[in-house]
């Protein structure tokens, strides 16, 4: 997925003042630039305490941009997404407005009125790595985040952010108990491990710069994946398995490759591919692992999953292609690599070759 922040800021690093009246940071052509951004994205994020405070719409608001979409086959608007620590959302929120029910991340249930106007997502702790994993699950490829500071903040420490763009009002709000962009906390961004800034450019009196945060390869991650798919056709159909493809680059850029159960019936694709490589004598610390479907989590034949020997082996980062469906077990390998600090990419474009490959557990039986 990717992922998009998006602020607006004082010169101060405020993303509002402490009035009860919203704080206008953005000039006519920033707020347009922004609802380009919304009409590009699958879904858009704000926390709940932004959704109280300013009761925005989150909607496309330029009707060119909407027909585009409806054009391009998606759907008017974008999924809008909230997360809530509490459960307590006002029911006449303009996020309850519009043709799909939005997402509700909870960490408590909602009352029943509120939870029959959205699909909400229950969980103990909401993180940024189970958001991404639950929005890519259904079909979020581009998600922007637009705030408040605490969300922002949320991505940024998780690294689960790709870019942001940060827009700056040249004026000073200057009140200490103004909401700051950025919480104090531990960011994965110091001196030495520096974001790259992508852009730097005008929108009416305010400066708009877009900062990346990964050094992703797409064409070397297109083709590996692609080469892992290739390698889980020669695995024969088996009902109790998935036919995966796995293959390992180490950080030297050394390339080892695997598939299920290509030395033994138990084995994994993925370990088959570290078996090769650990064989050869390579060192897995910063290696990437390309599989074709996500890693596992739990499986019944042996006690260390692949997510678990990925992460004991000290990979960097993970690609894979199809999200294993709830067949034989409720599979949390992504979520559980990126809780680590696994970049994890899913690439939905591989899914369907990937499910006709695993065509042996899905069609019906004749008779
Ligand atoms: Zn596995």
Same mark, same amino acid.
């Given at each position: 997925?990717?992922?998009?922040?998006?602020?607006?800021?004082?010169?101060?690093?405020?993303?509002?003042?402490?009035?009860?009246?919203?704080?206008?940071?953005?000039?006519?052509?920033?707020?347009?630039?922004?609802?380009?951004?919304?009409?590009?994205?699958?879904?858009?994020?704000?926390?709940?305490?932004?959704?109280?405070?300013?009761?925005?719409?989150?909607?496309?608001?330029?009707?060119?941009?909407?027909?585009?979409?409806?054009?391009?086959?998606?759907?008017?608007?974008?999924?809008?997404?909230?997360?809530?620590?509490?459960?307590?959302?006002?029911?006449?929120?303009?996020?309850?407005?519009?043709?799909?029910?939005?997402?509700?991340?909870?960490?408590?249930?909602?009352?029943?009125?509120?939870?029959?106007?959205?699909?909400?997502?229950?969980? %103990?702790?909401?993180?940024?790595?189970?958001?991404?994993?639950?929005?890519?699950?259904?079909?979020?490829?581009?998600?922007?985040?637009?705030?408040?500071?605490?969300?922002?903040?949320?991505?940024?420490?998780?690294?689960?952010?790709?870019?942001?763009?940060?827009?700056?009002?040249?004026?000073?709000?200057?009140?200490?108990?103004?909401?700051?962009?950025?919480? %104090?906390?531990?960011? %994965?961004?110091?001196?030495?491990?520096?974001?790259?800034?992508?852009?730097?450019?005008?929108?009416?009196?305010?400066?708009?710069?877009?900062?990346?945060?990964?050094?992703?390869?797409?064409?070397?991650?297109?083709?590996?994946?692609?080469?892992?798919?290739?390698?889980?056709?020669?695995?024969?159909?088996?009902?109790?398995?998935?036919?995966?493809?796995?293959?390992?680059?180490?950080?030297?850029?050394?390339?080892?490759?695997?598939?299920?159960?290509?030395?033994?019936?138990?084995?994994?694709?993925?370990?088959?591919?570290?078996?090769?490589?650990?064989?050869?004598?390579?060192?897995?610390?910063?290696?990437?692992?390309?599989?074709?479907?996500? %890693?596992?989590?739990?499986?019944?034949?042996?006690?260390?999953?692949?997510?678990?020997?990925?992460?004991?082996?000290?990979?960097?980062?993970?690609?894979?292609?199809?999200?294993?469906?709830?067949?034989?077990?409720?599979?949390?390998?992504?979520?559980?690599?990126?809780?680590?600090?696994?970049?994890?990419?899913?690439?939905?474009?591989?899914?369907?070759?990937?499910?006709?490959?695993?065509?042996?557990?899905?069609?019906?039986?004749?008779?």
């Amino acid at each position: 997925m990717n992922v998009l922040l998006s602020a607006a800021i004082s010169l101060d690093g405020c993303l509002d003042d402490t009035s009860s009246r919203r704080l206008i940071l953005s000039p006519a052509e920033d707020l347009a630039e922004i609802d380009r951004l919304r009409a590009a994205s699958d879904a858009i994020l704000v926390g709940a305490r932004t959704l109280r405070c300013d009761n925005p719409s989150l909607r496309v608001r330029s009707a060119a941009l909407v027909e585009e979409r409806k054009a391009a086959g998606r759907a008017p608007q974008p999924l809008k997404v909230t997360v809530t620590t509490r459960g307590e959302l006002p029911s006449d929120l303009r996020f309850f407005e519009g043709d799909r029910p939005p997402v509700v991340f909870a960490a408590a249930p909602l009352p029943p009125q509120l939870a029959q106007r959205a699909e909400t997502i229950c969980a %103990p702790e909401i993180t940024a790595a189970l958001i991404v994993t639950e929005l890519e699950k259904r079909g979020v490829e581009n998600l922007l985040v637009e705030g408040g500071g605490e969300i922002l903040s949320m991505f940024l420490r998780e690294n689960m952010a790709d870019r942001l763009r940060l827009a700056t009002a040249p004026f000073i709000v200057g009140e200490a108990g103004a909401p700051r962009f950025l919480r %104090p906390g531990r960011y %994965p961004f110091d001196s030495g491990h520096r974001a790259v800034t992508e852009s730097l450019r005008m929108a009416g009196d305010m400066s708009v710069a877009t900062y990346r945060f990964h050094d992703d390869d797409p064409v070397r991650d297109r083709e590996c994946l692609a080469r892992a798919v290739e390698l889980s056709r020669r695995c024969t159909p088996d009902p109790e398995c998935y036919r995966v493809g796995a293959v390992v680059v180490t950080a030297s850029g050394a390339r080892y490759e695997g598939y299920t159960q290509m030395t033994a019936r138990k084995n994994h694709a993925e370990e088959e591919a570290v078996a090769a490589a650990l064989q050869a004598g390579a060192d897995l610390r910063g290696a990437t692992v390309y599989s074709s479907v996500e %890693p596992c989590s739990a499986r019944s034949s042996k006690p260390e999953s692949c997510s678990r020997l990925l992460l004991r082996l000290g990979v960097r980062k993970v690609v894979f292609g199809l999200y294993e469906p709830d067949r034989f077990v409720h599979c949390t390998g992504a979520l559980d690599l990126r809780r680590a600090g696994v970049r994890t990419l899913y690439l939905p474009e591989f899914a369907r070759q990937i499910l006709d490959i695993n065509a042996h557990l899905f069609s019906r039986p004749r008779h």
